[in-house]
């Protein structure tokens, strides 16, 4: 009832060169079992688009202002998004979270202003090492989801992303048991707040160092309906890897 997801986040990474891992991936997975999704660097966003338009892999952003347009140097509205090509958008990174000092009021703007311009909102919660290792993991957790989602969320316009911030790049994977226990959590939380229909049929992706060999594992966990995957979305054999995984 939940169709999986293989998610790429490509980051800061990526020049005209690299889209041709996007035709490697259109060829070799034209017929996918998964809904996969690329969010390429702004900069490539029209021209990913313009390369997957005949196939089924959706493109995305990595962010979105939450204003609809005005002064804002440097920044990029969800409807240019949409306009570029993009159908998704990344919000609440723990990189944008850190890096740039987005609360979750802020990502909540921002979903709002995704869905007005028609974008499902790939909204990433995690918790810190810190905050892991003091007991504070859900707690984390079921606040970012409270302050981050808002209240229009359907199983269309919203997928989870359950990021901890320790696995991000680092190879350091949470177990199955602590990855499983998560999920459930937000299950639980996104049917309580937004009743059973939509709380069951929306996708919660697993975040953080997945790669083609702990895949097939990390899928194998209830309430896991795909990844959010950055370094081994760069390379087209590898998220391959990742979609097979999801597709058996
Ligand atoms: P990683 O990044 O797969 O390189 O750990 C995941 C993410 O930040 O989305």
Redo the contacts with the bound molecule.
């Keep these: 009832m939940r169709r999986k997801m293989a998610?790429g986040?490509w980051?800061m990474n990526g020049t005209g060169d690299t889209l041709a891992e996007l035709t490697t991936l259109a060829n070799d997975h034209a017929q996918a079992g998964c809904d996969v999704l690329i969010c390429p660097p702004a900069t490539l966003i029209s021209r990913a688009a313009e390369r997957v338009g005949h196939t089924t892999i959706a493109i995305g952003g990595q962010d979105c202002h939450a204003a609809e347009k005005g002064a804002h140097t440097g920044d990029i509205s969800a409807a240019m998004l949409r306009d570029a090509g993009a159908s998704h958008v990344?919000l609440g990174?723990?990189?944008r979270r850190e890096n740039h000092g987005e609360s979750s009021e802020m990502v909540r703007a921002k979903a709002r202003a995704a869905w007005d311009a028609g974008l499902t909102a790939v909204i990433?919660l995690g918790e810190s090492l810190a905050e892991r290792e003091a007991a504070n993991t859900l707690d984390i957790i079921g606040g970012q989801l409270a302050g981050s989602i808002p209240d229009a969320a359907t199983a269309e316009n919203l997928i989870v992303?359950y990021?901890p911030i320790w696995?991000?790049?680092?190879?350091r994977v949470p177990t199955l048991d602590q990855i499983g226990e998560v999920h459930d959590f937000i299950r639980a939380r996104l049917e309580r707040r937004f009743g059973a229909g939509v709380g069951k049929t929306t996708r919660i992706l697993y975040?953080?160092?997945?790669?083609p060999d702990n895949a097939r594992d990390i899928f194998s966990v209830a309430n896991v309906d795909g990844?959010?995957?950055?370094?081994?979305?760069l390379k087209a054999a590898d998220f391959g890897a990742i979609i097979a995984a999801l597709s058996a």
């Design positions: 998610a986040n980051k990344i990174h723990s990189e990433c992303a990021e696995a991000i790049g680092t190879g975040g953080g160092s997945v790669k990844a959010l995957v950055g370094g081994a979305s």
